[in-house]
């Protein structure tokens, strides 16, 4: 019996571990992969106490902090259910259960797929969700980046340096996003902007080679060697059935990083605390840790 499990190892729940370990509660980190979301991030420039970092090198520093403790990572393990059991929390996952006190949720979210004919047939051969981690292999190639918003501008801000030419598709009539990358994007004369612009199909071979849009009741074929698909993410809460969440599957928390459910607490991106941000994750991670050490004081 863990005194706390924390799910995921984003900025959230590493953020959560730091601080737990520094309480010397009796925890389990279980998560998929360390670092999350963060680790897909371009070029942070909003990170207090850094200029200038990359999202890798932001997670390489959070890594190293948490590793520093003697913290039980369970590492590429994926939880399928969590319930509230005798004035504790079950956790299931996809290798075996636990048992604990209390519990942390900060799975973070995932990558919104386009579901049009394809994509699923050319992921990762040529189609791709992370322009971080796949940019580099699409130098000088004409690709095409989907979304309107900080993640899209994001990857074709990391693309400029590399592609031949980008072409933004955006399906609504203007971009989002921040205004500073707003405008760097449309000045550079590697992009193309596409908006009100639908994808319709992903095409190819072996690998991809083209895409095809839909622009005011036209279609064309846009010839391109790389697809990166930026449309938003989706909150890793499905295992978590018996708490409260908001229309977009995130888990309702109070300011107190509670949840309707006593003894556990969520933080990070899977909440539906607002502006995801990788500084907000962290603190709410922090928060998350000393609520529930709390909670474990003030109940038997």
Not at 117 to 140: I, S, V
Not at 206 to 235: A, D, H, Y
Not at 281 to 299: I, S
């Amino acid at each position: 019996m863990f005194d706390l499990v924390i799910i995921g190892a984003g900025p959230a729940g590493i953020a959560a571990s730091i601080y737990a370990a520094r309480k010397k509660m009796k925890f389990l980190v279980i998560a998929k992969n360390v670092g999350g979301q963060a680790a897909w991030s371009g070029d942070i420039e909003n990170y207090i106490g850094y200029q200038f970092i990359t999202g890798p090198e932001l997670v390489g520093k959070f890594e190293e902090h948490m590793r520093k403790y003697n913290i039980e990572l369970k590492e590429n393990e994926e939880v399928i259910e969590l319930k509230r059991r005798n004035d504790g929390v079950w956790v299931r996952t996809d290798k075996g259960a636990y048992e604990a006190k209390t519990a942390i949720i900060a799975s973070g979210k995932r990558s919104r797929e386009l579901g049009v004919p394809g994509e699923l047939e050319f992921k990762n051969r040529g189609l791709t969700y992370c322009a971080t981690c796949d940019a580099p292999l699409f130098a000088e190639k004409d690709v095409a980046v989907i979304g309107g918003g900080n993640s899209a501008l994001d990857a074709v801000l990391q693309l400029v340096q590399i592609a031949k030419h980008i072409y933004l598709i955006n399906i609504t009539s203007a971009l989002g996003g921040d205004a500073i990358m707003r405008e760097k994007v449309m000045n550079s004369k590697k992009v193309s902007i596409l908006n009100g612009t639908q994808v319709t199909a992903v095409l190819g071979d072996k690998m991809v080679t083209g895409i095809k849009i839909k622009r005011e009741e036209s279609e064309e074929t846009l010839p391109v060697q790389g697809i990166f698909v930026e449309i938003g993410l989706i909150p890793n809460s499905e295992f978590a059935k018996e708490l409260e969440k908001n229309e977009l599957g995130e888990i309702n928390v109070d300011c107190r990083t509670e949840t309707n459910i006593p003894g556990i607490f969520a933080a990070g991106d899977v909440t539906d605390v607002p502006e995801k941000q990788i500084i907000v994750a962290a603190g709410e991670g922090a928060k998350a840790a000393l609520m529930a050490f709390r909670y474990l004081a003030q109940h038997k």
